[in-house]
């Protein structure tokens, strides 16, 4: 259990920081720089920590032995992702690397809970970003930070700016294709009337969404033989082995409580939008029982929606129940946590080992 107790104290003493940079109004100060500074360190010197983690390494010691017209002509998608790998590994090999993968996860991701929902208690976002997304990426890397990047760009959807938003898709497809997907997460969003769509909108853009999960395979297809760069996505149409998906069933719970609970919280556009994203994210999950790839596209509506809506799930109850609201939400995550990396042995995440300095 000791590694279980290493994670928990890790990501309690970041919650702390997190919740003592609440009284300051700037966006950095020095709790803030501390929590993310250990999360930062906390990956870098992860040893042998997931399951992807020899694939990851051997990838990077090839870009890294590449000359720059040799490594051009090999890597031909997610180039920035190949970039920073190349240099960061050439220059300090793992540690760098799993560093600086790190703060592009970490930092977008606290300067968009800070800057654009500033009222949510965001030490209770942190606790279950690490948990669940943090953690996530040690096996996810690139895939979690082009959704990192989309949650940071999300502040030009609020602005009606297409062009910026467009722009932060596209860096975020340099480092996961997936992140294409995130184009939709503008049309969640009333641009004439600057708030979430609802209504006949609302439920259009559930029912497209809905028949798009259960025939995307029909639609990435025609797609793809019609248009030349969305060839790359061909894969995603194939029918892997059916998995168990076990996780769709503790979204839709998740989903359940949200939806009852945040009628008992003032009217919010963030809260309305990001419960219409937790219902897409929820629907992709259903591609889990043929294609895992495709489901995990489901984090670029998952992960914003539910940091932002488990700090403002708290506000649904009176201010006397509101910390248990917190450590009741802070539970049922680390339970998950403990249930799937401790007791299931997923991702070989346990036993978590800790080395700056030692060669691969």
């Known amino acids: 259990m000791e590694s279980v107790e290493i994670y928990l104290l890790t990501f309690l003493v970041v919650t702390g ?10 966006t950095f100060n020095l709790f803030a720089i501390i929590g993310v500074f250990i999360l930062i360190i906390f990956a870098a010197g992860r040893y042998h920590v997931g399951t992807d983690i020899n694939t990851y390494t051997n ?24 970039i920073i790998a190349k240099v960061t590994y050439m220059c300090g090999g793992r540690v760098l690397t799993w560093g600086t993968f790190a703060a592009l996860i970490t930092i977008p991701t606290y300067l968009a809970l800070k800057k654009q929902y500033p009222d949510i208690a965001i030490e209770v976002s942190f606790f279950v970003f ?19 990047i989309i949650f940071w760009g999300m502040q030009f959807i609020y602005k009606n700016k297409l062009l910026p938003y467009l722009i932060a898709v596209l860096i975020a ?72 998906n076990r996780d769709l069933y503790v979204h839709i719970i998740e989903w359940v409580i949200i939806y009852f609970l945040q009628k008992h919280m003032e009217e919010d556009k963030a809260v309305v939008m990001m419960i219409n994203m937790l219902t897409i994210s929820v629907l992709i ?10 489901k995990r596209m489901a984090y670029y509506f998952e992960m914003p929606a539910k940091l932002v809506l488990a700090g403002y799930l708290p506000y649904a109850f009176s201010e006397r129940s509101r910390w248990l609201a917190k450590f009741m939400i802070c539970l049922w995550f680390f339970a998950l946590f403990v249930l799937s990396a401790y007791i299931l042995g997923e991702a070989n995440l346990i036993p978590y080992r800790f080395d700056l300095f030692s060669a691969w």
Not at 59 to 82: C, H, K, M, Q
Not at 131 to 146: E, K, L
Request: proline content about 2%; hydrophobic content about 40%; some cysteine.
């Open 173 to 244: 497809t340099g480092f996961h294709k997936s992140a294409v997907i995130a184009v939709v997460i503008w049309f969640l969003w009333d641009h004439k009337s600057n708030c979430p769509i609802s209504g006949k909108r609302r439920i259009i853009t559930i029912i497209v969404a809905t028949v798009l999960v259960f025939f995307y395979q029909n639609a990435l297809e025609f797609l793809s033989s019609h248009v030349t760069f969305l060839s790359t996505y061909e894969g995603y149409a194939e029918i892997s082995t059916r998995g168990q």
């Open 285 to 294: 999950g259903f591609t889990g029982f043929t294609h895992p790839q495709v």
């Open 17 to 26: 920081c997190m919740y003592q940079q609440k009284v300051n109004k700037h």
């Open 59 to 82: 990838i990077f010691e090839r870009y890294s032995s590449y000359d720059w017209p040799t490594f051009f002509a090999n890597v031909d998608s997610e180039v920035l992702y190949a």
């Open 130 to 148: 690490g948990f669940s997304y943090y953690t996530t990426a040690f096996n996810v890397t690139r895939q979690i930070i082009a959704v990192a």
